[in-house]
């Protein structure tokens, strides 16, 4: 964690990923730190007791935004999903146990109560259009998932219902009404007032048309006023952001390689300096502030690119933030890296990473000329000052294979400090 | 000669692929998307696909899906280095994952390496690898052979990601080329076939599964 961040309150989400009907619960969970198992059972236990859990459920259903909206990939991979080029996400449905044990759970907790304590005339009525209530929910749920992933920007108010209008769209929406109107059925013939029951219900249906007719055509021309203006600030940003990167770097790569198009060298050192950044730009999520290794390693890797005909490849393994104690380990790669570059004489340098509870261990490779270690000692400063002391000072250890003809190794290990962040 | 069918959405790459590739394969057909991929697959029935990882119509991995069992081999081959791309095509079916970046002599090779039905990994794909199996040595469930790579598996892997070739890796852990093989294609398997906890998470995570 930097210090230096603003401040943000972290806010509950519903979390689309692991839920059964809102992800409320699931959401809670992470929110709070508890397992989610207990969440789901506190829901179900107190929506079976008096209702309370299924009220609460609601309400936050409403209020809790979806993490859909907060999930952010790198640009060029966003992109690629809204083009359709790469598979979408997949919704699984493999771990329904615990599902069935939670609604085994609160039908058994129903019935146990209703035999204590004997039914109420609305009872029933009112947990079947609560069921309905919640599959039309979850139905707007998926079609308010897809208007995110849609990027035409328009809001027609049948696809804000239905979504995209698959079957299952459908048969939620159907199944959802069917419940609903089975519940006022029931409630019906419990009073046995099925008359006052009928007149109530075409009662309600009317009002809803008139309401309908008469707020109809101002709801509408708001949500498409809204869609045209979302959309056209979404259009703008997108162009900002895309001038504003390509005329930074590219352009100025571009006008480099003009100016030294006869060098064939230079032009394919600028080309891999610009491929690296552009790649980080588009496909990778985390930036090369250098606060973590994998970032510091990549950032030092294009420097030494930059100042020498060579490509370096890093690969990390885990990750971990940088304190002032792996600054050596740093400094050593970096000479080491710059060596490569510098002696192997074949243009690649494979730097390798990899962070485990114990140890951070870099491993520097190339397939270069090669030396004989044994003659190192006393003549090649760089190698015994600048990595293998600095690395022992420092408490870890640095190890240089090589062979004539087959290239060269260095091996950095520095012991993980013990402070957990 | 080796079979190939070029799948890549952006034209002037599947020509320098082709200008690169040369004669020492047999480029059959080139396909853009995922429809005309499997109308190409199916027509020519190659030896190897290179596949591009985003491609118009569900990325590469849709392509796979779509044709079912093949004795069609299946090569990725992307500018993307996203981890959740990239694992998610060899869960899909692809023997190997290589960058836009490699030489034609390398692609030559790799692309032989899948002919034969070995698995190609490049340091990047092995560093995927490793971070989707982090920790599983600490594991303590024994039995989940699938779930965890072995001690030796681990060992080749790291090689990999350190930027040694197959002869390097046999000749650093005193065995046999082929042994790496059998090693890499087993680490295949296991990254294919594996439903182990971890790797669940770290796929789900990245909304693969």
């Known amino acids: 964690m930097t210090t230096t961040a603003p401040y943000e309150p972290r806010r509950a989400t519903r979390d689309t990923s692991d839920s059964y009907l809102g992800g409320v619960a699931s959401g809670l969970a992470r929110h709070l730190g508890l397992p989610v198992l207990w969440v789901r059972v506190a829901f179900v236990v107190s929506a079976a007791l008096g209702g309370l859990g299924a009220a609460f459920y609601a309400g936050l259903w409403m209020v809790l935004p979806t993490d859909d909206k907060f999930n952010r990939a790198a640009p060029g991979l966003e992109a690629a999903s809204r083009d359709g080029r790469r598979p979408g996400a997949v919704r699984r449905f493999v771990d329904v146990g615990p599902m069935i044990a939670l609604a085994a759970l609160g039908i058994g907790i129903v019935l146990a109560f209703e035999t204590t304590f004997g039914r109420g005339a609305l009872f029933w009525p009112v947990v079947i259009g609560i069921g309905g209530v919640v599959l039309i929910w979850r139905q707007a749920d998926e079609a308010q998932r897809e208007r995110w992933l849609d990027t035409t920007g328009r809001i027609d108010p049948l696809r804000a219902l239905v979504g995209r209008g698959t079957w299952a769209s459908y048969a939620r929406l159907f199944a959802g009404g069917l419940l609903i109107l089975t519940a006022f059925a029931v409630f019906a013939f419990r009073t046995g007032q099925l008359g006052a029951a009928r007149e109530i219900l075409v009662a309600g249906l009317l009002g809803v048309v008139g309401l309908a007719i008469a707020i109809g055509p101002w709801v509408f021309r708001l949500a498409s006023d809204l869609a045209d203006e979302r959309a056209e600030r979404v259009r703008s940003q997108e162009r900002a952001d895309v001038a504003a990167h390509l005329h930074d770097s590219v352009l100025q790569t571009l006008a480099l390689i003009q100016k030294n198009a006869h060098d064939a060298p230079t032009v394919a050192r600028l080309a891999r300096a610009q491929e690296r950044d552009l790649r980080t730009w588009l496909f990778e999520e985390h930036s090369i502030d250098g606060t973590h290794l994998a970032s510091a390693l990549r950032g030092l890797a294009a420097e030494v690119e930059a100042g020498r005909q060579v490509v370096v490849e890093v690969v990390t393994v885990g990750d971990l933030t940088l304190t002032e104690a792996y600054a050596p380990l740093l400094r050593a790669t970096r000479e080491a890296v710059t060596n490569a570059a510098k002696h192997a004489g074949t243009g690649k340098v494979d730097v390798y990473a990899e962070v485990s509870p114990q140890a951070v261990e870099v491993f520097v490779k190339d397939r270069g000329v090669g030396f004989d270690p044994a003659t190192i000692a006393a003549d090649r400063h760089g190698v015994r000052g600048s990595i293998i002391d600095r690395m022992e000072r420092h408490g870890g250890t640095a190890e240089v294979r090589s062979t004539p003809g087959e290239g060269t190794e260095v091996v950095l290990r520095m012991p993980v400090q013990e402070e957990k962040q | 000669m080796t079979t190939v069918v070029i799948v890549d959405d952006h034209a002037m790459f599947r020509a320098g692929v082709r200008a690169e590739l040369g004669t020492d394969v047999d480029v059959v057909a080139e396909a853009e998307d995922v429809d005309t991929a499997i109308a190409a697959i199916s027509a020519h029935r190659p030896e190897v696909v290179l596949l591009d990882v985003h491609l118009p119509g569900g990325g590469g991995v849709e392509v796979m899906r779509r044709l079912g069992p093949t004795d069609t081999k299946f090569l990725a081959l992307s500018v993307s280095d996203a981890a959740e791309d990239v694992i998610g095509t060899i ?84 065995i046999s080329i082929k042994t790496v093989e059998t090693h890499m294609s087993s680490v295949l398997r296991k990254l294919q076939l594996s439903s182990r906890h971890e790797l669940t998470r770290w796929a789900s995570d990245r909304r693969l599964l």
Do not use: C, H, N, Q
Not at chain 2, 92 to 110: F, H, N, W
Not at chain 2, 123 to 139: H, K, M, Q, T, Y
Not at chain 2, 155 to 170: H, S, T
């Open chain 2, 91 to 174: 869960r899909g079916g692809a023997r190997g994952y290589v960058t836009k970046t490699i030489t034609g002599p390398e692609l030559v090779d790799a692309i032989r390496r899948v002919a034969d039905g070995d698995a190609v990994f490049s340091p990047r794909l092995a560093g995927f690898v490793l971070d989707a199996f982090a920790g599983s040595i600490e594991v303590a469930a024994v039995d989940e052979d699938l779930d965890r790579l072995t001690e030796r598996e681990r060992e080749v892997m790291r090689l990999i990601a350190r930027g040694y070739a197959y002869k390097e890796v046999a000749k650093e852990l005193f």
